[in-house]
């Protein structure tokens, strides 16, 4: 089946870096979607991208979505100790048998 | 306030033993979602429900079954729990198909 590639499985950086997240598939998707999940809690969505080369910015957040519809990345601008989580990619190619796959998702620590 | 509950919050359980995860949301999305999320594994699709009265098998549904017979709750059974259900799971729903799926807070099961 579809899988996506997120690595490393863990990044640590220091508060006001900027910090840029890949995630790549051996398939094309139409839609990439990055999620954030804080402990103890269910995935947020942070950005939905829905066309190739499109970059859609939310705060201090910039997604893209790869003009080969393979791959997408997050980066965050300025990072804050807030933003440690888990950073999941989603790729969703919509037809008659269209799912949500996840990567692995990448885990974040911001030192202060 | 709008969004997506599970009961329970968490839950150890004995093998063998039959267990109903419940979700509920107001949000009258139309398609609902369950995911287990395990360590290095990110989250897999268990089943799904693109409306009420049907369901569908995602990745992993083997030993899992769910209903759907309203819009707002959606229910997913352990018939008979094994120590390999272990895990966190989530209850998702949206209202534009797969992509932009809202995720509950998720319940901790342990199979002892």
């Known amino acids: 089946g579809q899988q996506l590639n997120q690595s490393p499985q863990s990044m640590f950086i220091q508060e006001g870096e900027d910090v840029s997240m890949n995630c790549t598939s051996s398939?094309?998707?139409?839609?990439w979607l990055w999620y954030k999940q804080e402990p103890g809690e269910g995935p947020v969505l942070l950005i939905a991208?829905?066309?190739?080369?499109e970059l859609t910015s939310n705060g201090r957040l910039t997604a893209q979505f790869g003009i080969t519809r393979k791959d997408s990345f997050l980066n965050i601008s300025a990072s804050i100790p807030s933003d440690v989580g888990i950073y999941f990619c989603a790729g969703l190619l919509t037809g008659a048998n269209s799912k949500l796959t996840f990567g692995k998702g990448i885990t974040l620590s911001v030192r202060p | 306030i709008a969004g997506i509950t599970q009961a329970p919050t968490s839950q150890i359980l004995a093998a063998g033993r039959r267990m109903t995860l419940r979700c509920t949301q107001d949000?009258?999305?139309?398609?609902m979602y369950w995911y287990r999320q395990d360590l290095g594994l990110g989250l897999r699709l268990i089943h799904y429900s693109n409306t009420a009265g049907t369901t569908g098998k995602g990745e992993v549904p083997d030993g899992y079954s769910v209903s759907r017979a309203n819009t707002d709750d959606f229910p997913l059974t352990l018939a008979s729990a094994v120590p390999s259900q272990t895990s966190v799971y989530f209850c998702?729903?949206?209202?534009?198909?797969?992509?932009?799926?809202?995720f509950g807070p998720g319940t901790r099961l342990t199979v002892l």
């Open positions: 398939s094309i998707f139409n839609t």
């Open positions: 998702a729903s949206s209202n534009r198909g797969w992509d932009e799926q809202f």
């Open positions: 991208l829905y066309k190739a080369g």
């Open positions: 949000m009258r999305h139309n398609a």
